[in-house]
């Protein structure tokens, strides 16, 4: 390779955080897996019957020893630059329904909520406004009060309100 020439970009990362492990991936731009990592995490934990728990920080450094293991991994093709900086975009996707909560310095403020956590915010008060007029008339008001108790944020905002008025961060955590 000339030392003067950039290597292409064209390469995607892809990196999926689940609930056993971060997985990451790397894809030429035609779609073709050319490398793939897997770091487990350990289980979450649970403090009482029906939650879960994660500390958000096992969920990076996953991600960190998921993503180093490629840098670590031999390039077959270096006529074209190593894997790093190949690198043309980044994707992300999580568990559904993971929350954590950050403060205004992106630092967490409590332990996440992991996605197969039970705890509901029972007696939200009801939708009102034109929302609140569109649900009733179309029969979906218990439909949304349900998804309202099952929303983690109502549950942080009414049990934990300290952390709710931190006016949390909706960021992903580290990954901006």
């Excluded at 990592?37 to 879960?52: K, N």
């Excluded at 991994?73 to 999580?94: F, Q, Y």
């Excluded at 929350?99 to 007696?123: F, T, Y």
């Amino acid at each position: 390779m000339d030392a003067t020439k950039k290597p292409d970009k064209d390469l995607i990362l892809a990196i999926d955080a689940g609930t056993q492990s971060v997985r990451a991936l790397i894809f030429d731009l035609q779609g073709k897996l050319l490398a793939r990592t897997r770091q487990p995490i350990e289980p979450y934990f649970s403090t009482a019957p029906g939650l879960a728990e994660q500390q958000p920080e096992v969920f990076w450094q996953a991600l960190c020893q998921a993503c180093k293991q490629f840098w670590e991994l031999p390039d077959k093709d270096k006529s074209n630059g190593n894997l790093r900086e190949r690198i043309a975009g980044v994707t992300l996707t999580t568990q559904r329904s993971t929350v954590i909560n950050l403060d205004k310095n992106n630092l967490p403020l409590r332990p996440a909520i992991v996605w197969l956590d039970q705890r509901r915010a029972e007696g939200m008060p009801a939708l009102g406004g034109p929302w609140g007029l569109l649900f009733r008339l179309s029969g979906m008001s218990r439909t949304v009060a349900y998804l309202q108790a099952e929303a983690e944020a109502n549950w942080i905002a009414k049990h934990q309100p300290e952390i709710w008025k931190e006016r949390p961060n909706t960021s992903t955590y580290r990954a901006t």
